[in-house]
């Protein structure tokens, strides 16, 4: 899924993303609004992961999507 799908149906999304990545907030995702850097980084920052982890665990949840 591109990122203008994503940014499309981010309402629906963020349940999913919450089920997966429990300590995100609902501001941590507000504030994402599809934005994939911005996902990447907070799940840096949330799960004390490299950058490179997290975007390979967020290019994973895009392909079950």
Do not use: P, S
């Not at 899924?1 to 629906?12: A, L, P, S, T, V």
């Not at 799940?43 to 079950?64: H, M, N, S």
Request: zero cysteines; glycine letters at 10%; a negative charge.
């Amino acid at each position: 899924m591109n990122d203008d799908r994503i940014q499309g149906n981010w309402k629906q999304l963020t349940g999913r993303i919450k089920a997966k990545w429990g300590d995100l907030t609902d501001d941590d995702l507000t504030r994402a609004e599809g934005t994939h850097e911005y996902l990447v980084g907070k799940l840096q920052e949330r799960y004390g992961i490299a950058r490179d982890e997290a975007a390979r665990q967020v290019k994973e949840f895009e392909k079950t999507l």
